[in-house]
């Protein structure tokens, strides 16, 4: 089994849309969890951290469910410029710079 | 400010040469990481450094790959012996110490034909 695992899409959605993306990890010991952003042939960029409480930032909110293992992410009212694919990234270390380990990403094409 | 710099931005070589692929981190960023990101996969980790201490290299796919870093400021990923299977893109990234997030370069495309 995969350490992170994610719907590879992709996603094909219209503008305005809501889409919301899961990602499930396997260890257990797992304390930090972010959402990077990946455009075609450009490298990631750290689009938010998740937080236990969840968070949202503009039209992007991040969960957590410990419980279950799994990190979503959901975005409101679709831009075409959010056209890209989605990393869910997780490392079991808080507050220190350590490994991260990717999923492989899940991709999204937003339509007019 | 300067972000991650990587060079060459794209190498092509010949199956059986050697490589070094150069990565540049931001100034004061204490921890140094490298993936490999094959085409239409996602990032495979290679090896991480962290300050002085030893490296983390359990990410090496094989003797052939090894990297090294002077100080807290740039590193050297070699591939000795150029396999098909190595081409890939070739990303570093950068982080402070105390904080998650990691900061990419532009990659490296390495082609072996």
């Known amino acids: 089994r995969k350490e992170v695992e994610q719907d590879p899409g992709p996603f094909n959605v219209p503008e305005g849309a809501t889409v919301a993306f899961n990602c499930t990890y396997s260890n257990s010991a797992s304390q930090s969890f972010f959402w990077y952003r990946q455009d075609c042939r450009k490298e990631p960029k750290l689009l938010m951290s998740v937080y236990s409480s969840g968070n949202e930032d503009g039209r992007f909110t991040a969960q957590l469910n410990r419980a279950s293992q799994y990190i979503s992410l959901l975005i409101r009212d679709s831009k075409l410029s959010d056209s890209a694919t989605y990393l869910c990234v997780v490392t079991p270390h808080t507050g220190t710079a350590s490994k991260l380990t990717f999923g492989t990403g899940t991709r999204l094409q937003v339509t007019l | 400010g300067a972000g991650v710099s990587q060079s060459p931005s794209n190498k092509v070589t010949e199956k059986g040469k050697d490589v070094e692929l150069r990565c540049d981190p931001i100034s004061g960023h204490t921890a140094l990481y490298w993936y490999r990101q094959r085409l239409g996969q996602g990032l495979e980790f290679l090896i991480y450094?962290?300050?002085?201490?030893?490296?983390?290299k359990s990410g090496l796919p094989s003797d052939r790959f090894s990297a090294e870093r002077t100080g807290e400021s740039v590193s050297t990923l070699t591939i000795q012996r150029t396999q098909q299977e190595d081409s890939a893109v070739y990303l570093c990234?950068?982080?402070?110490?105390?904080?998650?997030?990691?900061?990419f370069g532009p990659g490296t495309r390495l082609t072996v034909l």
């Open positions: 450094f962290q300050g002085n201490s030893a490296p983390d």
């Open positions: 990234a950068s982080s402070p110490v105390m904080v998650g997030e990691q900061f």
